[in-house]
């Protein structure tokens, strides 16, 4: 399984930006994805996770304005964010979890800025 992530960017507070994170591979044996964030000086965070039972969590800070989802179809995971804050900046990794893994995505950076 391989993920590639991609969509980040500088954005102003307030702003949106959708992170996406294609996944190749035997994609039958995944059955959680997540999106974690790692700011500056600070340890990896828990962003969002979707299993495949359609279950959704978030970060307690991004609920309301992040929203999880997965296209089959596309094979891609995305989050997309709205109302971007400062604390929001960092760079963000996808994950998958199942037979063989955990796999990692290489991060993408998020900078929100005015």
């Known amino acids: 399984v391989q993920l590639q992530a991609s969509g980040g960017g500088l954005v102003q507070p307030g702003g949106s930006l959708r992170l996406s994170c294609a996944v190749s591979?035997?994609?039958?044996?995944?059955?959680?994805m997540k999106w974690y964030r790692q700011a500056p000086g600070k340890e990896r965070e828990l962003v969002a996770a979707w299993d495949r039972y359609g279950n959704l969590n978030y970060l307690d800070s991004v609920k309301g304005r992040f929203t999880i989802s997965r296209d089959n179809a596309k094979n891609t995971l995305y989050l997309q964010m709205d109302s971007l804050k400062s604390e929001d900046t960092g760079v963000y990794y996808c994950y998958a979890g199942g037979l063989g893994g955990p796999y990692w995505g290489q991060g993408t950076l998020v900078t929100v800025s005015s």
């Open positions: 591979g035997t994609i039958s044996s995944i059955n959680i």
